[in-house]
């Protein structure tokens, strides 16, 4: 009989600020594995940022160990969490995520007051936020990209997004540089409304990854001298 790992077996029974981050974040860059020869169900999380796959862990209350894979050439190795749960893989499959998910991913019925903890998971998996500079040295545009290669799922976050908080953004674009994938764009005035949503306070310790909010961050300083506190672009007041 193999080894028995611990994990918290009910993380996803209950909507939490957590939940939402994981689950967000699973959606972006975690998978369903089902291995019936050997009669196992796992979760597979991966990602190249080690920090964020020690925090899954660590909310998931797992022992499992994190394996580091090694692509070689010029690519960032890959840390894997793969927990072995029936009970969690089928949990899952019931909000919506599914074996094979990237094609046919299912947007999960996420309640108002969680959304935007699960926008920054996914964000924080598979977001990125761009800052373009003047050559003066003040920035000139702020962008933000979700990715994925399920049209219908980013198809289902642009109208949530702009549901839930007014974020429009210019609709759904085929990514040039990777076959079957799709992005949602936001340029600046949208990307500080996201901003809003994604980092409201409170923030809970390490549910979030720093250097994609340093970027919105860096952009506020840089576009006044004012306290973060009192920035106000295009009639958005943001907070620090």
């Given at each position: 009989?193999?080894i028995k790992y611990r994990v918290n077996e009910q993380f996803f029974?209950?909507?939490?600020?957590?939940?939402?981050?994981?689950?967000?974040?699973?959606?972006?860059?975690?998978?369903?594995?089902?291995?019936?020869?050997?009669?196992?169900?796992?979760?597979?999380?991966?990602?190249?940022?080690?920090?964020?796959?020690?925090?899954?862990?660590?909310?998931?209350?797992?022992?499992?160990?994190?394996?580091?894979?090694?692509?070689?050439?010029?690519?960032?190795?890959?840390?894997?969490?793969?927990?072995?749960?029936?009970?969690?893989?089928?949990?899952?499959?019931?909000?919506?995520?599914?074996?094979?998910k990237s094609l046919v991913m299912i947007f999960p019925d996420v309640?108002?007051?969680?959304?935007?903890?699960?926008?920054?998971?996914?964000?924080?998996?598979?977001?990125?936020?761009?800052?373009?500079?003047?050559?003066?040295?003040?920035?000139?545009?702020?962008?933000?990209?979700?990715?994925?290669?399920?049209k219908v799922f980013l198809e289902a976050l642009h109208f949530r997004?702009?549901?839930?908080?007014?974020?429009?953004?210019?609709?759904?674009?085929?990514?040039?540089?990777?076959?079957?994938?799709?992005?949602?764009?936001?340029?600046?005035?949208?990307?500080?409304?996201?901003?809003?949503?994604?980092?409201?306070?409170?923030?809970?310790?390490?549910?979030?990854?720093?250097?994609?909010?340093?970027?919105?961050?860096?952009?506020?300083?840089?576009?006044?001298?004012?306290?973060?506190?009192?920035?106000?672009?295009?009639?958005?007041?943001?907070?620090?």
């Amino acid at each position: 009989m193999g080894i028995k790992y611990r994990v918290n077996e009910q993380f996803f029974d209950t909507w939490s600020h957590s939940m939402a981050y994981t689950l967000g974040f699973i959606y972006a860059d975690g998978s369903l594995e089902d291995a019936p020869y050997i009669r196992a169900k796992y979760l597979r999380v991966t990602n190249t940022d080690l920090d964020r796959i020690q925090t899954i862990k660590r909310i998931l209350k797992s022992d499992h160990k994190i394996v580091t894979e090694e692509k070689g050439g010029n690519y960032k190795p890959r840390h894997l969490l793969r927990i072995g749960s029936h009970k969690l893989y089928d949990r899952l499959v019931k909000i919506g995520v599914t074996p094979r998910k990237s094609l046919v991913m299912i947007f999960p019925d996420v309640p108002n007051a969680y959304f935007g903890s699960f926008v920054r998971g996914y964000f924080d998996g598979d977001g990125c936020a761009y800052l373009e500079i003047r050559p003066t040295g003040r920035p000139k545009r702020l962008l933000t990209v979700f990715t994925s290669g399920s049209k219908v799922f980013l198809e289902a976050l642009h109208f949530r997004l702009e549901a839930c908080a007014g974020i429009k953004g210019r609709g759904l674009y085929r990514h040039g540089s990777t076959k079957g994938t799709y992005q949602l764009r936001y340029s600046s005035e949208d990307s500080i409304r996201l901003f809003k949503l994604m980092y409201k306070l409170p923030l809970q310790k390490g549910l979030f990854l720093q250097r994609k909010y340093d970027i919105f961050t860096r952009y506020f300083k840089l576009h006044s001298s004012m306290p973060l506190a009192r920035l106000k672009f295009g009639g958005l007041m943001v907070k620090g």
